[in-house]
């Protein structure tokens, strides 16, 4: 069952703007706002791939091949991630996931143990 629960997917012409959000599922123990929080993708034939991380601080790391286009913050009254996505490419679509620290740690080791079902962006030229 998902942890998380994400929203905001779906198609965009190429150069556009999407922004996903991430909230907890209703019997979900993750508190988005102190925990370590996560994007991934993953496009049709490939691995998951990590995409921004975000940890208690707000401190924020990026995959090279988003850095600069996609912004990862959290509203921590609202307990709730977003990606920001900007001049999106065709290579953007994917399912999209969000995911938490898997020990609910605040800081960012990488190791994920809560996630979202996943959510489809389509990047349309």
């Known amino acids: 069952q998902a942890q998380l629960v994400e929203s905001g997917g779906g198609p965009v012409q190429v150069g556009g703007s999407l922004k996903l959000s991430c909230s907890a599922a209703?019997?979900?123990?993750?508190?988005?706002?102190?925990?370590?929080m996560g994007w991934f993708r993953q496009r049709p034939g490939r691995e998951r791939d990590w995409v921004a991380s975000i940890d208690y601080e707000g401190r924020t790391t990026y995959a090279n091949a988003v850095k600069g286009r996609f912004t990862i913050s959290k509203n921590s009254l609202k307990d709730t991630l977003y990606l920001q996505m900007n001049s999106l490419k065709p290579e953007d679509g994917a399912v999209y996931y969000c995911a938490a620290d898997a020990h609910g740690s605040n800081w960012c080791s990488g190791d994920y143990g809560y996630w979202g079902q996943g959510i489809q962006v389509s990047v349309i030229s």
């Open positions: 209703e019997s979900s123990s993750v508190v988005i706002s102190t925990y370590c």
